[in-house]
């Protein structure tokens, strides 16, 4: 005697059988344009039930999909809120720093560009990078002295000074022409952090005096930076 089937249950073969012939059998188009009326826009809630009909339809190997999609996503947002704006052709320029944090960089930059730019006045032979290694000892002296008043003024800490550091000998057999092109390049590259810095704290510092110094010192680094870049070799 052969078991009787329970009505409305149905095996995965047979559903699938019903499915194709359902599609089989509708004709294409059977759904009338004469009866919709005139076109009328979709309410907006459609979109996310579209979204939920088209998810369900996946396949289990599709919904591995998700995760995957899901992690992209993220990895894009990141680079969009990371990456720090740019000028054309020049250093990036990202947030600004708070006021305090402001003031301690740029302290420490300074200074270590006045120390480097002195001690390298001996040990350089181009009598260009020499003229360059005065000039800045000079203006970033000139700019410390400034930044360290405003700060004073405010009630701001500022960083310990460093002790000073006797300068070093090139290595013995070392070409004067090597030493003179890493001091350079050592000065290009702190300059060119330097410029980022004022420039994000120049247009977006919350102080408005060191917004003020920022604009006011961002010239002088930048002409630093394009002299030294037209020496570099």
Same mark, same amino acid.
């Given at each position: 005697m052969r078991a009787r089937k329970l009505p409305g249950k149905l095996t995965m073969a047979e559903t699938g059988l019903v499915i194709v012939a359902i599609a089989m059998t509708a004709p294409a188009g059977a759904v009338s344009l004469s009866t919709m009326g @005139?076109? /009328?826009? $979709? !309410? &907006? #809630? &459609?979109? !996310? +039930? @579209? #979204?939920l009909v088209a998810a369900d339809n996946w396949t289990a190997g599709s919904a591995s999909l998700v995760p995957l999609m899901a992690s992209e996503m993220q990895a894009n947002q990141s680079n969009t809120i990371d990456a720090p704006a740019t000028d054309a052709g020049g250093p990036a320029v990202g947030k600004p720093l708070n006021d305090i944090a402001?003031?301690?960089v740029a302290t420490e930059n300074g200074r270590k560009e006045v120390n480097s730019a002195r001690d390298a006045l001996p040990q350089l032979k181009a009598p260009e990078l020499r003229?360059? %290694?005065e000039m800045l000892v000079s203006d970033h002296t000139n700019a410390n002295a400034r930044l360290? /008043?405003? %700060?004073? %003024?405010? /009630?701001?800490? $500022? !960083? !310990? =000074?460093? @002790? =000073?550091s006797a300068p070093s000998a090139p290595p013995s057999g070392t070409a004067s022409s090597d030493f003179d092109a890493r001091w350079t390049a050592e000065m290009i590259d702190g300059h060119e952090r330097s410029v980022a810095l004022y420039r %994000? /704290? @120049? +247009?977006?510092g919350e102080d408005k005096d060191l917004r003020k110094y920022a604009r006011d010192t961002l010239p002088t680094i930048e002409q630093h930076l394009a002299q030294l870049k037209s020496l570099q070799k």
């Open positions: @005139a076109a /009328q826009p $979709l !309410p &907006d #809630t &459609d979109a !996310p +039930t @579209a #979204t402001f003031v301690r003229r360059i %290694a360290s /008043q405003i %700060a004073e %003024a405010k /009630q701001w800490p $500022l !960083p !310990p =000074p460093s @002790a =000073p %994000a /704290q @120049a +247009t977006g």
